[in-house]
């Protein structure tokens, strides 16, 4: 039985009571009833204090504390999650940064690379045109000198003719000497 139900009980019993025993009469009958009420209310209180209100309010409390406990945990979270974004950014900066220096130092090392091969180019096309100029000098020369002998066989002939006499060797060797020394002036 419920205490609820035991006083309500115990409250009709009394008024039973009360209405038999002395006469019958109860001059405030009103009274007894209104105490019993006020009784019986105010024990409701309690018990709807005890039994319902305090663990509402506590259950209400926590509710509460915990959807604190959210907000700043969502709170910190995002805090969290910004940082992290923002670190996320600055490395992305960084790395864009150092490929871009990998990059600009491939560029210089390609253009190095490409300035040594042209200049290497350069010096093997400087040496081969400096062959091909001595070669070319060498051949003129011992051409010219061939010329100069086949001249200065020719003119001595030609000489020996025009005088019609015959030249010792001495002579010949002369002859062709001197022309070669005129021929080399001019």
Known sequence: MAPADFLFTLAAETAAEAGHGAGGLNPFPQLN???WT???FLVLLWL???YLYKPLLKVVADREQEIENNLKRA?????EAERLRHEFA???QGAQRQAQAIIAEATRGAQAEADRILNEAREKAAAELSRAQEAIQVEKERALAELRAEV???AVAVAGRVIERSLTDEDHTRLAQKFVEEVGKN
Do not use: F, G, P, T
């Open 90 to 92: 600055e490395q992305v």
């Open 152 to 154: 200065a066989s020719l």
């Open 48 to 50: 709807l204090n005890k």
């Open 38 to 40: 006020v009784v019986n």
């Open 75 to 79: 709170a910190a979270d995002r805090a």
């Open 33 to 35: 009833h209104l105490i």
